[in-house]
């Protein structure tokens, strides 16, 4: 009788431990499955936020940075641009909100997670294209190569003359 319930005992406790390997396996495993990242909204780089200045009409803030998943119901002035990216890989989350602002068609305001350009209070029409260095910018002519003979040879049609 005694062997009976020892071998009871032991199979219980065999099934324990087989059921706790196994649930402690789907840990394991669960690092070997694939799970994709999950990107939602507006991505935006920083040159995009930086090109925004004060006065810009709806449509070239809407062509510099696409339509804005949230547009306030109550006022078309308010604009929300939301980036929720969730990793597959370790479920780290990053989240950023840009909020517009407008006063009737004009940007008046900027805010959010992004840097905002120093620029941005200088409104489009006053401000100035990055300068670059004038000696760069000299056109290169083929005198200026060194040599007067075209890089490349052309082949010259022949005339009526050639053929007879």
Not at 10 to 31: E, H, R
Not at 68 to 96: C, E, M, Q, T
Not at 117 to 127: C, V
């Amino acid at each position: 009788m005694q062997t009976m319930i020892n071998k009871k005992q032991s199979l219980t406790l065999l099934s324990a431990v087989a059921l706790s390997v196994s649930l402690s396996a789907c840990s394991v495993f669960d690092y070997l499955i694939y799970k994709p990242d999950v990107p939602q909204g507006n991505y935006m780089e920083p040159i995009q936020v930086e090109k925004l200045r004060i006065n810009m009409t709806k449509e070239q803030a809407e062509f510099i940075l696409g339509r804005p998943v949230l547009r306030d119901s109550f006022a078309d002035n308010v604009w929300y641009y939301v980036y929720h990216f969730k990793s597959g890989r370790d479920a780290s989350i990053i989240h950023k909100e840009l909020i517009l602002r407008f006063e009737g068609d004009l940007l008046i305001s900027a805010s959010g997670d992004y840097d905002i350009s120093p620029d941005f209070d200088t409104p489009l029409e006053l401000s100035e294209l990055p300068s670059t260095n004038k000696a760069e910018l000299v056109p290169q002519v083929p005198a200026g190569r060194g040599e007067a003979k075209p890089l490349v040879e052309e082949d010259k049609p022949l005339s009526l003359k050639d053929e007879t």
